[in-house]
């Protein structure tokens, strides 16, 4: 499974972004797909996860109530929608494929990482 976020950029704090995470195969609804972001000089942190078949999600208390991730799994592709956004969530954002059970935020659980796409929100 290849991987293709995009949708990044920059936007003023109170704006908002779409991100989007194209993937490659057939396999596509057989995974949980996440949203890891990386803040310069930071670690990686675990954003958002869907189930694969779209009904549970799960988000980090940081973006609760700001973000909402979705999915198509009619066009293998999987959404962030980003709202309300901090300067504070400037960050390089990767999508991730798990076939682990259950929703996870550990990004050792995924199997699959795309390139990443920059968000850069100014104060």
């Known amino acids: 499974v290849q991987l293709q976020a995009s949708g990044g950029g920059l936007v003023q704090a109170g704006g908002s972004l779409r991100l989007s995470c194209a993937t490659s195969?057939?396999?596509?609804?057989?995974?949980?797909m996440g949203w890891f972001r990386q803040a310069p000089g930071k670690e990686r942190e675990f954003v958002a996860v869907?189930?694969?078949?779209?009904?549970?999600?799960y988000y980090a208390d940081s973006v609760k109530g700001r973000f909402t991730i979705s999915r198509d799994n009619a066009e293998n592709t999987a959404h962030l929608q980003m709202n309300s956004l901090k300067p504070e969530d400037t960050a390089v954002y990767y999508c991730?494929?798990?076939?682990?059970?259950?929703?996870?935020?550990?990004?050792?659980?995924?199997?699959?990482w795309g390139q990443g796409t920059l968000v850069t929100v100014s104060s």
């Open positions: 991730a494929a798990s076939k682990e059970y259950g929703l996870r935020r550990d990004g050792r659980a995924y199997d699959y």
């Open positions: 195969g057939r396999t596509f609804s057989r995974y949980n």
């Open positions: 869907i189930g694969w078949r779209g009904a549970g999600t």
